[in-house]
């Protein structure tokens, strides 16, 4: 059998809503707003200047059940595109763009092949020999039970075995836990690859034979930085060959800023310039949070006579003049203030933050998001938002309320 050669990649949520991202210019908000979708042809466009064997895609195409009819038109324009290429495509979907949902449908080509929601294999005869891969889509949003059980054995020894499976390994706790699996039930199954999807973070679990989580496609927040992209994939007498091939349009990151001696503001500003270049210069388009590190007693008393907001209005009014569109989404301070102590006020409001649930931040909060204004600026009060109102509430409580050395 001569290589075999694959494109593996998962998560792409294609319409993204990118909540809680505000004061974007009209611009920047189509770039980002657009990005999973950017990216997305990215792969299509790279798929069709390689002209890999096929295609594989491990789950949540889609962001949400609905699928939007921008997002559908614009994978099906994809998938024509590697019809025309003549390259096949093998997918499944994940607990976002489940099967049961409902959304507009639109008629995939013939070259397309979707799993169902039982456990099915399908029989790929490439130019380069024959391929079995097995997968299955989510019937439902939540799938709990182990859907590994169903997968059968390698059988043909001619034949390249691929599995694929949008799910979470026993112990992973960064997302939901859905089709749970140990490595060893992969390991079991004598395949030579399995494409994996659900997790969105780029991951190598084994590597004979490979067992990957590409991560998503593009990042879509700040717990979704660096390089995002996918997999190419070359087997040839069961060895594998994998490199990463970057996709992101704008990368999310963080850009640490050095305030050591900085004495005056403008010093500051020019310091977040210059670091912000240097990433776009290496990067491209970004949403950054910048992180001061080294704050001694000038600076430290320099950022507490500022107002948090007035900052950050002017460090994005600096980023205007990059040649690269760079987003300041949030500052955020390490080692010498992080590691300050408070005073006792201070300790004692960090203390009962800490404590609070959920329905604690409902309760403090609930004169801000009954306003009938101001709270349909607002994103919903989940657990995601209180841990963000919960690290900006205590940078400004270290900013203030820390003792003097």
């Not at 013939?110 to 029989?123: C, I, L, M, R, Y």
Request: hydrophobic share 35%; net charge negative.
């Amino acid at each position: 059998m001569r290589e075999i050669r694959f494109f593996h990649t998962a998560d792409l949520h294609l319409g993204s809503p990118f909540s809680g991202m505000r004061g974007l210019q009209k611009d920047q908000w189509k770039k980002l707003k657009d990005s999973t979708l950017d990216a997305f042809d990215r792969l299509i466009d790279y798929a069709v200047e390689e002209q890999p064997d096929f295609l594989l895609i491990a789950g949540d195409i889609y962001d949400g059940e609905d699928r939007s009819i921008r997002s559908q038109h614009r994978f099906q324009q994809g998938m024509q595109r590697l019809f025309d290429a003549d390259i096949p495509v093998v997918l499944s979907h994940g607990n976002h763009d489940h099967l049961s949902g409902k959304w507009t449908r639109f008629e995939l080509p013939e070259n397309v092949h979707v799993f169902g929601e039982s456990v099915s294999q399908f029989h790929l005869a490439t130019r380069n020999g024959d391929v079995v891969i097995t997968g299955f889509s989510y019937g439902q949003r939540h799938v709990k039970e182990p859907m590994i059980d169903y997968y059968p054995p390698a059988e043909e020894k001619e034949a390249v075995y691929i599995g694929m499976l949008h799910g979470s390994m026993e112990g992973e706790t960064s997302h939901a836990v859905y089709a749970p699996f140990a490595k060893q039930q992969l390991l079991s199954k004598n395949y030579d690859y399995w494409a994996l999807g659900h997790i969105h973070v780029r991951q190598e679990l084994h590597m004979d034979p490979p067992i990957v989580y590409p991560g998503n496609l593009q990042g879509r927040h700040r717990n979704e930085n660096g390089k995002k992209g996918f997999y190419d994939v070359r087997i040839s007498g069961g060895t594998s060959q994998l490199s990463f091939i970057p996709s992101s349009v704008i990368q999310f990151d963080t850009i640490n800023i050095d305030c050591s001696g900085l004495m005056h503001m403008n010093e500051l500003l020019e310091a977040c310039v210059s670091e912000a270049r240097k990433f776009a210069e290496r990067f491209g388009p970004g949403i950054v949070e910048l992180k001061f590190s080294n704050m001694d007693q000038e600076a430290t008393e320099m950022l507490k006579e500022t107002s948090g907001e007035e900052l950050m209005d002017t460090i994005r009014e600096s980023f205007g003049l990059l040649d690269e569109f760079v987003w300041a989404q949030a500052v955020s301070f390490n080692d010498t203030l992080a590691d300050a102590e408070l005073t006792p006020l201070g300790e004692e409001i960090m203390q009962a933050m800490e404590s609070w649930q959920l329905h604690d931040w409902k309760d403090v909060l609930k004169d801000l998001y009954r306003h009938p204004k101001g709270s349909r600026f607002l994103e919903p009060l989940n657990s995601s938002a209180t841990a963000e109102i919960r690290a900006a509430a205590a940078q400004k409580i270290r900013l203030g309320m820390h003792m003097e050395e």
